[in-house]
């Protein structure tokens, strides 16, 4: 889905202009952009979440390790993965 807003309704999203500076028509596309930003926030997971990149590294140089690689090949780490836990 592509969103394209007038430089006004951005600048009031971002702070710099009240919305009382838009005409109508603005200020009912800046509710519909925040209802849009307000739903997608929601779906965003509350409170602490969990750094899962130094498992993930380790995960890949674990199957990178698991499989040969000859001659400048590439692994299919996507065959090993189901071994490698």
Known sequence: ?????????????DGELAREALSPDEREELARMEAL???VLGTLPRGHVPDLA???LARIERLSQSV??????????RRSAGRAA
């Open 1 to 13: 889905m592509e969103i394209h807003t007038n430089d006004r309704i951005q600048r009031a999203l």
């Open 37 to 39: 930003i307000s739903g």
């Open 54 to 56: 130094p498992a993930v």
């Open 68 to 77: 040969k690689v000859s001659e400048g090949g590439v692994p299919d780490i």
